[in-house]
């Protein structure tokens, strides 16, 4: 009966240390998972920025196209009006 019992001990304790190596396992492949989706997250935030800069760089530069016209326009009404 004590065999029995230390048998039964041993694969408890085996069953136990495979349980655990799987969960180191699985433990370490979702944390690469993480950082994987932590460096998307990143990389996409970055492109996101530069984006919206090329936008606002854009957008600057036809608002001063825009203010040249508006004052371009402005003096040819001038000129009109005087002849």
Same mark, same amino acid.
Do not use: G, I
């Given at each position: 009966? /004590?065999?029995y019992l230390q048998q039964l001990s041993k694969e408890?304790?085996?069953l136990t240390k495979n349980l655990e $190596? /799987?969960?180191k396992l699985k433990i370490k492949d979702l944390e690469k998972e993480v950082d994987k989706q932590r460096n998307m997250i990143l990389d996409v935030s970055e492109e996101k920025r530069e984006v919206i800069r090329q936008l606002t760089f854009s957008l $600057?530069?036809?608002?001063s196209g825009y203010k040249e016209?508006?004052?371009f326009l402005k003096h040819k009404r001038q000129a009109v009006i005087a002849l």
């Open positions: 009966m /004590e065999d408890h304790m085996q $190596d /799987e969960l $600057d530069h036809y608002r016209l508006q004052t």
